[in-house]
């Protein structure tokens, strides 16, 4: 509903500007730029988010007429070739002639404490955050509200929508501490069993995590990248469009990893 109700026009400045100031950028060491990626016209309207600046997004979001799209994983990263060719010519190329601004913000948006994925992880997991770990002290640990393991694997399966991968060495094991870190997180594995946790849980996995619960009797827990990053974005967009008065949509491109 492109026209659902008319909303008065902000600057394309003070949306950086708000986004800035709400996810603070220059506080992190990041893998790629944070926020204005691609300029687009002055005036905003329409704000849709999303989790990755993918062609499926963009698309949907000029279906949607978006003045503006701001993400989690946006288009440039650190060891990229630089060339725009192929999938990024894609890209880019429909957001200048659509004169659609990028916004994306990686690590920040993780880490909000109240918008971030993972603040947004501990309210749906009913985890009260109780400390940090791993770079950046990104990572966040807390006490489960119910020990059971299996209750734990329950109510992931249902909260991420699939049967999440588990390394679970230990079955007498409760789990009393949780760590968790939203994404392909699974490297701060060592810093959450250093933190003291029970279960770890993140997007991904790779093979050295199952050797390292295994060994140590600390369980993995994997529920997709993308479906660890779902509600970060949304969050803090939402709380943008609401103190600039914009309409505000969040398109989710379904992904299997
Ligand atoms: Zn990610």
Redesign the pocket.
Known sequence: MPNAQPVEPCHRDALVQAADALLQPARFKDYGPNGLQVEGKTQIRRLISGVTASLALIDAAIEQQADAILV??GLFWRGQDGRVTGWMKQRLSRLLAHDINLLAYHLPLDAHPEWGNNAQLARRLGVAVAGCFGDQDLGLWGQAPNPDPQAFIAQARQLFGREPVVVHPDPQRPWRRIGWCS??AQGYFEAAIAAGVDLFLTGEISEPQAHLARETGVAFMACG?HAT?RWGAPAVAAQLAQGLGLHHQFIDIPNPA
Do not use: L, S, V
């Open positions: 989690h994983h994404g392909g990248h990053e």
